[in-house]
């Protein structure tokens, strides 16, 4: 009886330390549901989107700049341009209006009196 009991009480050491190990793994992997917990709030996923933001509009306003130094002309041609596309329905407005009232004669025209059907016969 002595033997058996030596048996079932010698894996006690081991059930330690198999418990210290799934403590220690729950451990880890609380600390890993924390992090990305934090990289998933709305707040830190906010402060990475303003962040990239930043970045490249500064890189925009880095590589537009230079090429505004290289190619003065071309750009002013463009620009000219896209503001004449965005101009195009107030300039048309504009100079239809002054060629309506420079081909506007004097005096009005004589209206020729209205035509009117005559009443169908009821069948």
């Known amino acids: 009886m002595t033997s058996v009991l030596k048996r079932l009480f010698s894996n006690i050491n081991d059930v330690d330390v198999a418990q210290s190990q799934v403590d220690a793994a729950r451990g880890r992997l609380m600390a890993t549901i924390e992090q990305i917990q934090q990289k998933i709030a709305p707040s830190t996923l906010m402060d990475e989107a303003l962040e990239q933001v930043k970045t490249r509009s500064a890189e925009l306003a880095r590589s537009t700049s230079q090429v505004v130094r290289e190619r003065p002309a071309t750009v002013a041609a463009t620009a000219a341009g896209i503001g004449l596309l965005l101009a195009a329905k107030p300039l048309s407005k504009l100079f239809a209006g002054r060629k309506a009232k420079a081909e506007e004669p004097s005096a009005p025209k004589p209206r020729s ?7 169908k016969p009821a069948s």
């Open 113 to 119: 009196p209205r035509k009117r059907p005559s009443p």
